[in-house]
């Protein structure tokens, strides 16, 4: 069993849609949440991470991280066609520089 | 400040060969992981080194190996190919976020086809 397990998509959606992309992990000892975004041929960058449970916003883009239920979400608001992507979660325990990775959900967003 | 860089980005190579990869982290950036994509497995954590010491190892067979330099370059090689060992490698250059975390800045990869 992954430690991590991500709604594997595609996702399709019309610009300016809300996206919603889910996690969730087993493993309570885990207290820093990141998401990456990965374009074609590209490695993935870091969008967000959070630590431990909360909300986290930058721009168009709220991590949200639930650890009573062990669910991490990603949020964008306000889709553009760049956003199109993989995006990939990533769970870390601390002091562990080994990240756990989702398989990623392909997002595309149609002009 | 230059980004994480990768040589060489697209390879290929035959069963049975060895091949070596090769990663410069950011400047100043003392620990470096590797990680393997696939598109069944997804991204798996191979190794991380810090100060050319090996700190961390993934769960995979001793055919894969690595080592880091003084100058925190790093190499991983990959011995005795095998068709499964098709993926791209990413290198991660870790740097200091002022926590337990350090923020992993990924490179572009190393395509590697094994036929």
């Known amino acids: 069993q992954k430690e991590v397990e991500q709604d594997p998509g595609p996702l399709s959606v019309p610009e300016g849609a809300i996206v919603s992309l889910n996690c969730t992990y087993s493993n309570s000892a885990f207290q820093y949440f990141m998401w990456y975004r990965q374009y074609s041929r590209k490695g993935p960058e870091l969008l967000m991470y959070t630590y431990s449970s909360g909300n986290k916003e930058d721009g168009r883009f709220t991590a949200q991280v639930d650890k009573s239920s062990k669910y991490i979400s990603l949020f964008i608001r306000d889709s553009q066609p760049s956003d199109s992507a993989t995006y990939l979660c990533?769970?870390?325990?601390?002091?562990?520089?080994?990240?756990?990775f989702g398989t990623g959900t392909r997002l595309t967003v149609i002009p | 400040k230059a980004g994480v860089t990768q040589t060489p980005r697209y390879l290929i190579k035959t069963r049975g060969q060895q091949v070596t990869l090769s990663c410069s982290p950011i400047?100043?950036?003392?620990?470096v992981s590797w990680y393997q994509q696939t598109p069944g497995q997804g991204l798996q954590f191979l190794f991380e080194y810090f100060s050319e010491t090996q700190r961390n190892k993934g769960n995979f067979p001793g055919r894969f190996s690595g080592r880091q330099f003084s100058n925190s370059r790093s190499e991983m090689n990959v011995s005795t190919l095998e068709l499964g060992d098709s993926a791209l490698y990413l290198c991660?250059?870790?740097?200091?976020?002022?926590?337990?975390?350090?923020?992993?800045?990924f490179g572009p990869g190393t395509r590697l086809t094994v036929l």
């Open positions: 990533a769970i870390a325990k601390t002091g562990a520089n080994n990240l756990f």
């Open positions: 991660a250059s870790l740097g200091l976020a002022g926590s337990s975390y350090n923020e992993q800045f």
């Open positions: 400047s100043g950036h003392r620990s």
